[in-house]
């Protein structure tokens, strides 16, 4: 086969039907076929609860293979009927591999469409480059070979992926222990605030209070005053009464 024919034409990575990164070689409708393999694996998982996506699958159109590999993302690449199956996988792993590598796989999870063009579309046209090269005979290798390297690569990933997830947990509780921490400052200060608040609170109704028991104290000394006078002139004027009527 010519290197026409034996080719990786269009390469994509998706979230669900989120396109994040994709990259042709030459024109064609590949988008609209990918979007309806996306579409339909999205439905088929929608429509039963048992469903399960298969994680390596073939799609044929026309003259064109559509190979998918479903893992947290979706990877696929779209070539020739005469491109061997097993390299376009091991092109889709290493895809995989080398958005672990620059840690973009967190960064994929939240990326809105095309959101990883900048970061990985020159990774992605380069590796389209090579494998579509082996293809030709430029770096082949036997089947059984390519098999073996699959398979090892498939586990390295695995393993790289727990890896990330690992680091991303560690990351996340970290962010909840500074989180708890800022809380705890902010909380101790509003504590010490309220503290002085209360303290002041108090010695105000305190001496509210004191001035209260002076004012009614006042009143009542008043009052008792006032009785003491009019109980002394009532006497006094009882007393003078007594001694006008009185025979001298």
């Not at 034996?6 to 076929?33: E, K, P, W």
């Not at 028991?213 to 009882?238: F, M, P, Q, R, T």
Request: charged share 20%; hydrophobic share 40%; proline share 1%.
């Amino acid at each position: 086969q010519s290197p026409l024919m034996m080719s990786i034409y269009y390469s994509l990575i998706a979230r669900g039907t989120v396109f994040l990164c994709d990259h042709a070689t030459r024109g064609g409708n590949f988008q609209s076929v990918a979007h309806s393999v996306l579409d339909g694996q999205e439905a088929a998982a929608s429509h039963a609860s048992t469903a399960r996506v298969e994680k390596r699958v073939t799609y044929v159109s026309g003259q064109h293979h559509f190979h998918v590999l479903n893992e947290d993302l979706t990877y696929l690449c779209v070539t020739d009927n005469s491109f061997d199956g097993s390299l376009a996988f091991r092109f889709l792993s290493e895809l995989k591999r080398q958005l672990v590598s620059l840690t973009l796989l967190h960064r994929a999870k939240y990326a809105g469409d095309q959101g990883l063009k900048n970061a990985f579309a020159g990774v992605m046209k380069r590796e389209m480059q090579r494998y579509s090269s082996a293809a030709t005979g430029g770096r082949g290798q036997s089947k059984n070979e390519g098999d073996h390297i699959d398979a090892l690569e498939d586990q390295l990933m695995d393993v790289q992926a727990i890896i990330i997830k690992d680091i991303e947990k560690v990351m996340a509780r970290g962010q909840a222990l500074d989180d708890i921490s800022e809380r705890s400052s902010l909380l101790a200060s509003t504590s010490t605030e309220f503290h002085h608040a209360s303290t002041r609170l108090r010695r105000k109704m305190f001496c509210r209070n004191v001035k209260l028991w002076i004012g009614v104290s006042a009143c009542v000394c008043g009052v008792v005053v006032l009785l003491a006078v009019v109980i002394v002139v009532a006497v006094l004027v009882n007393k003078n009464k007594h001694s006008s009527n009185t025979p001298s």
